[in-house]
């Protein structure tokens, strides 16, 4: 995959990212919302096997660049027949609440559906209130709040939302 809009780029990650990748994966801060608060110990080399074995079509991890520069990662998984499931993680917080987020969401939506998707599904920490705001506008439709459904790396209780896009309520910022 290679969107590009104005000065976003989304790729597909490939082995010159995987130390970015890890060190992204291993920041605390960056991946707390995700149930890893002390980060997820991987390598850069587990990075690169895990990228090498991706898809196109089954899922990709991807890189969001703007203006060249790498600030964040997404990933798409197919599911059972044409569901896709996907993540965002605007990783350098300069760049957070800017609009990029959306409008990177919203290039990897149009070509997953442009590709026959017909459904797109997330989750994000019940915390997370910028992130539903985001998915909300979307067009994203919530369908349930799971309380304390899992328990995150320092044993705190966390609750998620799951939510559905399809085609037809999908509003596209791109």
Known sequence: MNLVLNDICIRNAVKADCRQLADWWNDGKVMAHAGFPNGVGTTAEEVAMQISAEQDGRGRTLI??????????????RLDGNVAEIGIKICNSDYQEKGLGR?????????????????????TNLNNERAQHVYEKLGFKKLRVNIDAWEDQLGVMQSSVDYELTPEEFCDYS
């Open 64 to 77: 969001i660049e703007y203006c060249g520069n790498p600030i964040g990662e997404m990933n798409y998984h």
């Open 103 to 123: 409008i990177a969401l919203s290039m990897l939506i149009k070509e997953l559906f442009s590709t026959g998707f017909e459904k797109i599904i997330l989750d």
